[in-house]
């Protein structure tokens, strides 16, 4: 992200400057904007995708090591969990004892 320089700072004669890097500042400001967007609807299509494992019958999950109530718990969790590496983690836990 931009930042004013020592050499930016206000002062007589400099408004150009100043606003220049303000210009600067908005658009990385409206280009992070837009990366967290992007961001938010990947993890949106990823949660969707996660989801499906819910329409799965038990034995197919029980084929996989995993309970449709972890399933449920983590289709529900927010967002920047990612849901289907909590559920491997989960699978590898309840698989050490086998």
Known sequence: MAHLDYSQRFEEGRLSALFSAFI??????????????????????????FKTLLGKE???????GVHRGDVEFL????????????????????????
């Open 58 to 64: 038990d034995w197919v999950l029980s084929d996989m």
């Open 24 to 49: 600067r500042l908005s658009h990385d400001w409206w280009r992070a904007r837009a990366a967290r967007q992007t961001a938010l609807a990947r993890q949106w299509e990823d949660r969707q995708a």
């Open 75 to 98: 289709a529900g969790q927010p967002l920047h969990v990612n849901a289907a590496k909590e559920l491997e983690k989960l699978r590898a836990h309840s698989m050490q004892g086998r």
